[in-house]
C-alpha cells in the first residue's frame, strides 16, 4: 500500500500529529489494515476508498479501530486535495456520515472537517476520582468552572480540566494501567485542559487505548470538547483555540468553531504538511 504521512493541525512548517493515509480504489480487509497502521506506527492511520459521491473510510490506531479521529481526518483532506483538488469531500464514517473540506496553503495544506453530532454528561465521582488517580492528581487540581465529564464528538473521551498550566505539563501516568482504564470504560482518549482565557485552552491526550502514550494534536476530541463547553454555557463567543503538544515538543494548533444549536455538529480547522 502507498502511505502518505501527514502531519495533521501542524504549527506552520513544524508540529502537529503525525498521521499515515491510505487512498484506493477498495478497503483492505480489516486485519491488513490493522498491520498496516501498527508498521506506520503513528497514532492512527486512515484508509479511504470511493463510494458514491464521496468516500468510506476506516481509521486504526497500531492496536485497534477507532470509530473517529480528527487529525487523521485532516490528514486525508490534505491527501484529497493533493489528489484532486480544493474541495469538499464526503465521507462516511462507520457510525457517522461527515465532511472534510480542504485547499492548499502554500506549500502546505489547510482543512477543516465537521463532526458527528456532540454530547456531553458528567462523570460519576468514581469515574473521575480514578482518572485522577491514574495521573496522581488531586481533586483540589481540577478547575471548578468545568467540572469532570464524558464527552462525545464521534468517539468517547473524559475530560479532566486543571486549574494551573504547570498540572498539565506535569501530566505523567503508567501507559498499562491507562489502557486498562480507557478501554474498561470505553474512552478513546482522556483530555487533560487548562484554560488560559475562555476561547484560548492549552490540553493533553492521553490515548493510552490505542497503544499510545500521548498524541500531539486530537480533533476528535476538540469537537467533544467544544460541544461541551456548549452546552456548559461557557463564554467561548463561538470558537475556541487550542495549543496541543506544547510538551512533548509538537506543538500543534486546532480552532473551533461552535454553532449555537446544542448536539450540533463542531468545525474543527488547521494546517497540515506532508512529512515525506
Known sequence: ???????????????????????????????????????????????????GDGWRVRYFSPESEVPFCGHATIALGAALVRKFGDGIFKLTLNQADITVEGFRDGANFAAALQSPP???KAASSELAGEGLALFGYQPGDLDPAIPPALIHGGADHLVLALKSREALA?????????????????????????????????????????????????????????GYLRDLGWPHGGAIDIVQGE?????????????????????VSGTARLMD
Open 170 to 226: 506535569a501530566m505523567a501516568y503508567d501507559l498499562r494501567k491507562g489502557q486498562s482504564f480507557m478501554r474498561r470504560e470505553g474512552l478513546v482518549t482522556i483530555l487533560l485542559a487548562y484554560a488560559e482565557t475562555p476561547r484560548l485552552f492549552h490540553t493533553r491526550n492521553p490515548f493510552a487505548s490505542g497503544g499510545v502514550y500521548e498524541d500531539p494534536a486530537t480533533g476528535a476530541a476538540t469537537a467533544a470538547f467544544a
Open 247 to 267: 510538551d512533548m515538543g509538537m506543538r500543534s494548533r486546532l480552532h473551533a468553531d461552535i454553532p449555537p444549536t446544542p448536539a450540533s455538529s463542531i468545525r
Open 1 to 51: 500500500m502507498d502511505v502518505l504521512r501527514i502531519a495533521a493541525f501542524s504549527d506552520g512548517n513544524t508540529g502537529g500529529n503525525p498521521a499515515g493515509v491510505v487512498i484506493g480504489e477498495a478497503l483492505p480487509g480489516a486485519a491488513d489494515m490493522q498491520r498496516v497502521a501498527a508498521e506506520v506506527g503513528f497514532s492512527e492511520t486512515a484508509f479511504a476508498a470511493p463510494e
Open 118 to 120: 456532540t454530547r456531553s
